[in-house]
């Protein structure tokens, strides 16, 4: 085995998963696979086209006529659907919502796992989502999952909305945290969940740094032993 390896971080949202994706990559020389964002894509496609939510036939089809992309531009990792720059467009509230449908089902699903699976099976890539270990990349080298508490994500999401300029709750922030775990966690297709090979990181009460450093230690380690092996 002479390709470098693959490293899948999941977990729920906001334990910190793309902001530490991307620093562990850039650290390793690794690309970076926003699985999320792909998902968004499909869900922004989708708004745009007017296709009806309940329509999975439909979004499955759609899932595979898209061309979406990751490009490096003035040093920046971004997203490209059919050509455009969406990097912004799939971050609203709106595609927020619409994505958490599209990602549960199973067509969407197919399509976007083959679609990483094409993507990665190189190596030499971070990848982070929700079913990174489990299902697209079962044989990863190194694998992750990041979590925080839920009050403690809750309040990371408060404090970024707030930045933003909006008029948010902090209880009702972390009680949206919960009911978004609880829905990804019991979907019937891919929930999240943690590969039992997986090493588990709670961030909570960590920084940033601290979590990439010891991720890059341990990928560090997982290629040593190859190189031994
Ligand atoms: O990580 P994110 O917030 O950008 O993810 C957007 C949505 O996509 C979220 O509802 C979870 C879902 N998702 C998924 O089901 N599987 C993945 N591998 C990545 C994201």
Redesign the pocket.
């Known amino acids: 085995m002479n390709k470098r390896p693959i490293v899948a971080i999941?977990g729920p949202?906001g334990a910190g998963?793309?902001t530490i994706s991307k620093l562990l990559a850039e650290r390793l020389g690794f690309a970076h696979i926003?699985?999320?964002?792909?998902?968004?894509c499909v869900a922004l496609a989708a708004l745009r086209r007017g296709i009806d939510p309940g329509d999975e036939a439909a979004l499955g089809a759609l899932s595979l006529a898209l061309n979406i992309e990751f490009r490096r531009r003035d040093g920046e990792q971004r997203v490209f659907l059919d050509g455009e720059d969406v990097s912004a467009a799939i971050r609203t509230p709106e595609v927020?919502l619409l994505?958490?449908r599209v990602?549960?089902v199973a067509g969407v699903?197919d399509n976007?796992v083959e679609l990483?699976r094409r993507m990665g099976e190189r190596g030499g890539v971070v990848l982070?989502?929700?079913?990174?270990g489990t299902v697209?990349f079962p044989r990863a080298e190194a694998k992750f999952f990041l979590t925080a508490s839920a009050r403690e994500r809750g309040r990371r999401r408060y404090l970024e909305l707030r930045d933003k300029g909006l008029v948010v709750d902090l209880e009702t922030t972390i009680a949206e945290v919960e009911a978004?775990d609880a829905a990804?966690s019991s979907r019937r297709h891919?929930p999240?969940a943690q590969a039992r090979d997986a090493v588990l990181i709670d961030s909570t009460g960590l920084s940033i740094e601290e979590v990439v450093a010891r991720m890059e230690a341990l990928v560090g380690a997982c290629r040593a032993g190859r190189e031994e092996a």
């Open positions: 999941d949202s998963k793309s926003d699985t999320g964002a792909m998902y968004r927020s994505t958490s990602s549960s699903r976007l990483q982070e989502g929700r079913d990174i697209v978004r990804d891919s999240l």
